[in-house]
């Protein structure tokens, strides 16, 4: 069974930088796509940068220039670089995987998730 473990989260300013890093466990990481998504309070999940098997990412355009994911395959990990930080990005980070090259629609593996919190 793959698990995935969250880590990195915490406190930071407006304009600050954070990054997150999700470690895979269980399986072959290498042919799993990769994703990360942002639940805040009372609003519905969101998709916010997504790798490909390949290493082509996808962002949406409110963190686009911002956020940055990239996958270490030698080390079964992926990461969130994440700067210029607004109150706005506030929610609980969650790791994904998908046993396909590319990440659409429900991803198959959920990490606990880590909470962002960013102060104005």
């Known amino acids: 069974q793959v698990q995935l473990v969250e880590s990195g989260g915490g406190l930071v300013q407006s304009g600050g930088s954070l990054r997150l890093s999700c470690a895979v466990s269980g399986g072959d990481f290498s042919i799993h796509a990769m994703g990360w998504y942002r639940q805040a309070p009372g609003k519905q999940r969101e998709l916010v940068a997504r790798?490909?098997?390949?290493?082509?990412?996808n962002y949406p355009n409110s963190v686009k220039g911002r956020f940055t994911i990239s996958r270490d395959n030698a080390k079964s990990t992926v990461n969130l670089q994440m700067k210029s930080l607004k109150p706005e990005d506030t929610a609980v980070y969650y790791c994904?995987?998908?046993?396909?090259?590319?990440?659409?629609?429900?991803?198959?593996?959920w990490g606990q998730g880590t909470q962002v919190t960013v102060s104005s």
């Open positions: 790798i490909t098997t390949g290493d082509v990412t």
């Open positions: 994904a995987a998908a046993r396909a090259p590319l990440l659409l629609g429900e991803p198959d593996y």
